[in-house]
């Protein structure tokens, strides 16, 4: 059964930047836009698994650091050319505080 | 001081490219008006036959719409026809009265189709084939008509058949010679291609002559009669039997023609040195050139000219001749008939449909025409063009290029052209696995043509972009004539902005912008913070322009500069510690093997930069190795970064019984002086203690070699992609002015390089005449250069040091969830 949890402060992630947040079936990138909004992926590009946290983010859209696809954060999609999907994990920020839904 | 003015007369291919030229050299020095006699933009010509053949629209082949005449601030007079050149009143009018003035006159009016002169010749229907009007004569004839008659079965004239044949008429080609294209092939290849294009449905009529055309009841042309008396229907006839210079507005104006505007080695006109001819009107040492490669040559060396920068000749051209019919393959170039005194190697598979025949003089190559195979149709061209002594390469010639490479070893041409011999399974795009055969699928079914949007549909060379050469070469093998090469220079950055990478810079430097968003909101960028291509490059420029002032920032840093570590293909990241000169001692071993062992380092390498390399590193221990490390006195090597990596040394006079300078020395204190210092691309600097050279001073950015009197030093080489060998710059005298200078050329290449371009790329945009007047001849501007790079480095920290003891080492640590 899938429930909200309290994950960081807002100010632990860098904004334009994300962090990666440890979980047992596999690392999840946390990422911070410029307006402050959070969204949250599985860390691993449907190309060859590059780790999505580490590539730069821009407008609501990470570049994974190893091939360059460009993602969409809302939704975990791939941006044309390219086509796969990393999965989405609800994410919300309540009172400077990081929430994620698992 | 006023602009001058120039003024071109004729909005084709040739002139507009001196334009581009020019604007690129000096795009301040003059005020550019254009005359046209046609009613578009210019367009390429070359691409009127696939568009005759329904394989292009008309809109694919426009290279500068009238957007482009707007931005850069040209006045443009489409559908005027200039009638006369007053060269005294040093102006020009068109037929409607518009007139402009000018201090620089460029001619570029083209050719006019040679038209038969046999009665008949101004009936409706008869045409010529030269322009889109001509093109929509033919499209819209075919739809209604049958009978199609070319005259001369040349390049034009087959393409324009193919075409007509494809938009279903009956077309016939009438030709004078024995053979068809007689000027590019023999009659071997003729036949094989005859044989060919009658299997597409084309009818000849060999060494037959025109004698009149004649009209049918509506007053069009109805039918063409030969000499002999025979008639055969004609509902068009395009006259496709040579083209001549039109001279005829030069020659009114009483500049000298002799089949075409004489011009000298500066394409300036023999008459009057303020005007200027290029393209199909231009007669060169008697030459009026016929296609796009030498007419692209003359722009070159007449926007040279017109620059001022005054170096360049022409000194004419070689061509080579390909057929644009899909689906046949013909190549022709240099002395395909051979005579007296030549050789020829001769290939002829009559059922396999493949025929070759190189040219030899003297063991080099001067012609070869081939029919059916022509893969290494531009191989043969460039070893024709560079007319070097064949050697053993002879035995191989005919087995092409990949056959005679893998059996000599590299013969000087590797890579040059060997696109067009890779099967299609070889793999082009190593970064994103992308093949060959997908490649040129990609062109030909989503009809690509150029380097982006190939990046864009197939991902190769969309990464680290070492493969966009041979993308390239694929593109220019897969399209022919129609490929055009991208001009770099002038390219904005990325989507997200207009501007090109010099105009940022400028407006960074001018303006006093000291943040991404200042820069953003300034130069009006699209997108509301930029991409992944623009972000580093602004933070680049920012930081390199103002030091100390600029904010850095991390989130617009490739990963690597980000970490301070190089990331791995399985997301872990290597550590390279700095071994100053490629120096070491035990102690320091002793940390590197320390650290190895205990944050179980996976793999120890010795890389070709002289230092270590601790690969397959998670990235939460990076701190803890880097703590542990900068504890033994060891510091990063930054071998993650558009910055300064290695200065590598041989042992030098220190040792060496040959050495005659102390290069470990020299390149200790080099690399110390340039620690942590940013740049455009990564920079690598060797010193060689003698000219026996074993630190491969020759491959670098920055290489210095000792002699008796002191040191020579190179600069702007490349080991990498393209090996480029280093220019020699100039002699220093100790090592203090081998520092003082080669502090100022990197300086230099850091305050005016463009992100991403090395200093082999900077160097050739720039040219290598201009940084040594700045470095080496200014010795003032040399100092000041110097000190500004100490200025900028002074008090870099080691970001090793900077990340363990402040605040960002929390992001190298992942959130763990409690339950
Ligand atoms: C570690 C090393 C190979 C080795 O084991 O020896 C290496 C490893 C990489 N090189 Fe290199 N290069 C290494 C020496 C070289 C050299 C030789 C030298 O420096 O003497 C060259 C040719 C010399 C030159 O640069 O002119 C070289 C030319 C390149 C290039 C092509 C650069 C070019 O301008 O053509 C790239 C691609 C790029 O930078 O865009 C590249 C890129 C890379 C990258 C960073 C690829 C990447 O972006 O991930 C590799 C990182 C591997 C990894 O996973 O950590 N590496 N690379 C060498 C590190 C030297 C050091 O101590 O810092
Ligand atoms: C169908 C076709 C296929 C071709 N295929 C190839 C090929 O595969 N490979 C190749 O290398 N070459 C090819 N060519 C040749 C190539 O297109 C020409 O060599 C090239 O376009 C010549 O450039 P230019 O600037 O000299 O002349 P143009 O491109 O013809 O430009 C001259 C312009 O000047 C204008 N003009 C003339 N007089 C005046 C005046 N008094 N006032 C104002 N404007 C004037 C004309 O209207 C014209 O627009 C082909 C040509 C044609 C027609
Ligand atoms: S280390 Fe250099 S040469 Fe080797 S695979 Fe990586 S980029 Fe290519
Ligand atoms: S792994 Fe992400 S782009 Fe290749």
């Known amino acids: 059964m899938s429930q909200w949890k309290a994950i960081c402060r807002l100010d632990d992630i860098p904004r334009l930047g994300a962090q990666v947040v440890a979980h047992p079936e596999g690392d999840i990138a946390l990422f911070r836009t410029a307006d402050d909004w959070v969204f949250a992926l599985r860390d691993k590009c449907p190309h060859k698994g590059g780790p999505l946290s580490q590539g730069i983010v821009h407008g609501e859209r990470v570049t994974c650091p190893l091939h360059g696809w460009n993602l969409a954060l809302e939704t975990g999609e791939a941006c044309a050319p390219d086509v796969g999907c990393a999965k989405k994990f609800p994410a919300r920020v309540e009172g400077g505080v990081v929430l994620l839904e698992l | ?819």
């Not at chain 2, 004729?10 to 005359?35: C, S, W």
């Not at chain 2, 002793?590 to 390498?605: G, L, M, N, S, W």
């Not at chain 2, 070709?608 to 090597?637: F, H, T, Y």
């Open chain 2, 1 to 819: 001081m006023a602009k001058q003015k120039l003024v071109l007369i004729g909005n084709g291919m040739a002139g507009v490219r001196t334009l581009e030229e020019v604007l690129k050299l000096a795009p301040e020095q003059y005020d550019i008006t254009v005359f046209g006699a046609e009613p578009h933009g210019n367009y390429n010509r070359i691409l009127l036959s696939p568009v005759l053949a329904g394989e292009m629209q008309v809109q694919d082949i426009i290279l500068n719409d009238l957007d482009w005449y707007a931005e850069h601030g040209i006045t443009l007079h489409v559908g005027k026809r200039v009638t006369q050149i007053d060269r005294i009143g040093r102006k020009v009018i068109a037929a409607d009265g518009t007139s402009a003035e000018y201090d620089r006159l460029l001619i570029a009016t083209g050719s006019q189709p040679f038209i038969l002169p046999v009665p008949g010749k101004d009936l409706p229907g008869v045409i010529g084939y030269r322009d889109i009007a001509d093109t929509q004569v033919m499209i819209d004839t075919a739809a209604s008509k049958q009978h199609a008659v070319v005259i001369g079965a040349g390049l034009l004239g087959l393409e324009a058949a193919n075409g007509l044949i494809l938009r279903g008429m009956d077309v016939t080609v009438v030709h004078l010679g024995e053979w068809i294209m007689e000027r590019q092939l023999d009659k071997t290849a003729a036949d094989m291609l005859q044989a060919s294009l009658e299997a597409k449905g084309m009818k000849f009529r060999l060494a037959h002559q025109t004698a009149e055309l004649l009209p049918a009841a509506d007053g069009r042309v109805g039918a063409v009669k030969f000499k002999n008396g025979e008639e055969i229907p004609a509902d068009l006839v395009v006259m496709a039997a040579g083209i001549r210079p039109d001279t005829a507005l030069a020659e009114a104006a009483g500049l000298h023609c002799n089949r075409g505007i004489v011009v000298s080695d500066t394409l300036q006109t023999i008459t009057d040195p303020r005007i200027y001819a290029v393209g199909e009107c231009a007669a060169h040492r008697g030459i009026a050139y016929g296609l796009v490669a030498p007419l692209f040559d003359q722009a070159k060396v007449c926007a040279n000219h017109l620059a001022q920068m005054g170096i360049a000749r022409y000194q004419g051209s070689v061509t080579s001749t390909k057929l644009k019919v899909t689906g046949i393959d013909v190549f022709s170039a240099g002395d395909f008939m051979g005579g007296e005194g030549t050789e020829a190697i001769l290939l002829h598979d009559r059922s396999g449909g493949v025929y070759k025949k190189l040219v030899l003089k003297d063991n080099t190559l001067v012609g070869a025409v081939m029919y059916g195979d022509t893969v290494d149709g531009s191989w043969y061209f460039q070893l024709l063009r560079e007319g070097k002594d064949l050697g053993e390469l002879r035995d191989h010639l005919m087995f092409g290029q990949s056959y005679a490479s893998s059996h000599l070893g590299d013969t000087g041409h590797a890579g040059a052209s060997s696109a067009a011999s890779l099967p299609d399974s070889a793999q082009v795009c190593g970064c994103n696995g992308v093949c060959k055969g997908s490649i040129v699928k990609a062109i030909q079914e989503k009809g690509l043509f150029t380097l982006d949007e190939v990046k864009k549909h197939t991902k190769a060379a969309s990464s680290c972009g070492s493969c966009s050469g041979l993308v390239e070469q694929i593109l220019a093998s897969t399209l022919g004539g129609a490929y055009q090469a991208v001009d770099t220079t002038k390219k904005a950055i990325c989507g997200c902005t207009d501007h090109n990478h010099g105009e940022v810079r400028q407006a960074i430097r001018e303006q006093k912008l000291l943040s991404i968003p200042q820069v953003m909101a300034t130069l009006e960028w699209k997108t509301p913070n930029g991409c992944a291509t623009c972000r580093p490059a602004l933070n680049y420029y920012l930081v390199s322009t103002w030091p100390h002032e600029a904010q850095d920032d991390p989130q617009s840093r490739f990963i690597n500069e980000r970490a301070h570590a190089n990331i791995q293909k399985d997301g872990t990241y290597s550590v390279v510690p700095r071994m100053w000169g490629g120096l070491t001692t035990p102690a320091e071993l002793r940390a590197i093997a320390d650290a190895a062992e205990k944050y179980q380092v996976p793999t120890v390498k010795v890389t070709g930069g002289q230092r270590i390399d601790l690969l397959g590193v998670k990235k939460e221990d990076l701190p803890k190795m880097w703590e542990d490390l900068n504890a033994a006195g060891m510091v990063s090597g930054h071998a993650y970064g558009k910055s300064i990596r290695t200065v590598k040394t041989c042992v030098g006079a220190e040792h060496c019984r040959f050495g005659t300078q102390r290069s470990m020395d020299l390149g200790v204190k080099l690399e110390k002086m340039l620690f942590a210092m940013w740049s455009p691309h990564k920079v690598k600097l060797a010193v060689s203690g003698c000219p026996r050279n074993c630190a491969e001073s020759g491959i670098k950015d920055v290489g210095i070699i000792g002699v008796d009197a002191g040191y020579e030093i190179y600069v702007a080489g490349n080991g990498g992609i393209k090996t480029e060998v280093a220019h020699f710059f100039c002699k220093a005298k100790d090592d203090a002015e081998v520092m003082e200078i080669s502090g100022a050329f990197l300086q230099l290449y850091r305050e005016e390089g463009w992100y991403l371009e090395r200093t082999v790329h900077y160097v050739s945009r720039v040219g290598l005449d201009y940084v040594k007047a700045q470095v080496v001849d200014d010795q003032e501007n040399r100092k000041a250069l110097h000190e500004r790079l100490l200025y900028a480095l002074q008090g870099e920290p080691d970001p090793w040091a900077e990340i363990t003891q402040g605040p960002r080492r929390k992001e190298f640590i992942p959130i763990t969830l409690v339950a």
